[in-house]
């Protein structure tokens, strides 16, 4: 199957500042990538949709301005948590599929804590 | 709406013991696909399964097999013979056709030795 990565793969990070995630598809071209945050003992709960070249689309109960979504390139989406505080510590997963495509590749995961 | 079901919260079964993980879901669309991850400690989704909508063919992989019955929305998953490394938790998910998924809560695999 497709292959995705992100980077880094666990963050720890001080209250206040911003973090950076990486999602990438190393061996295809992504229309589409998706962010999932997933709180422990939890289940994966989507938080936007990211379409090449245009604005990310974000799900209900996300803020956009405090979880920015870049997919400049098909083989690239990154997420910004800006101003993180304690309980946006989770981990978050991406994937990517294809254009019309019902396939969904995730990456490893990110562990975000932030103290 | 798209929703998924998982009833079991937690399973804890003896190795070789034969397992099923039930999973309800429900959509309106008429075209979609349902999945099986395996999530280990590590937390990196394991892609077991996909099937779509049109395709009620049970399958089986090895140990593992999959029933899905579109009359009563469910996608069944059964472990014959488990053991320790099967321990883990499983997510069935629901995708449409626009690429995203929604899972369900994720039933927690415990096989003692």
């Known amino acids: 199957g497709a292959v995705v990565s992100q980077h880094p793969s666990w963050v720890i990070c001080k209250s206040g500042t911003s973090v950076k995630i990486e999602c990438r598809s190393l061996d295809f071209q992504a229309t589409t990538m998706f962010w999932y945050r997933q709180f422990p003992k939890q289940s994966l709960m989507l938080m936007a949709t990211?379409?090449?070249?245009?604005?990310?689309?974000?799900e209900q109960g996300v803020e956009k301005d405090k979880f920015l979504i870049n997919h400049a390139s098909l083989t690239l989406s990154t997420l910004t948590v800006t101003s993180a505080h304690p309980e946006d510590s989770s981990f978050y997963i991406c994937?990517?599929?294809?254009?019309?495509?019902?396939?969904?590749?995730f990456g490893p995961g990110t562990r975000l804590t932030v103290t | 709406a798209q929703k998924v079901t998982q009833a079991q919260t937690e399973i804890s079964v003896v190795e070789k013991e034969d397992v099923t993980l039930d999973c309800v879901y429900e959509t309106r669309d008429t075209t979609y696909y349902l999945f099986w991850y395996k999530q280990p400690p590590s937390g990196e989704l394991v892609f077991l399964i996909r099937?779509?909508?049109?395709?009620?063919q049970n399958e089986i992989s090895g140990r593992y097999s999959w029933n899905f019955q579109k009359s009563t929305s469910s996608f069944n998953f059964t472990i014959t013979a488990s053991q320790v490394v099967d321990s883990a938790v499983y997510f069935c998910a629901l995708g449409s056709n626009a690429g995203k998924s929604t899972f369900g809560d994720g039933t927690t695999l415990t096989v003692k030795p």
């Open positions: 099937r779509n909508s049109f395709d009620e």
């Open positions: 994937s990517a599929g294809g254009a019309g495509s019902y396939e969904q590749y």
């Open positions: 990211s379409n090449e070249g245009s604005k990310a689309t974000y």
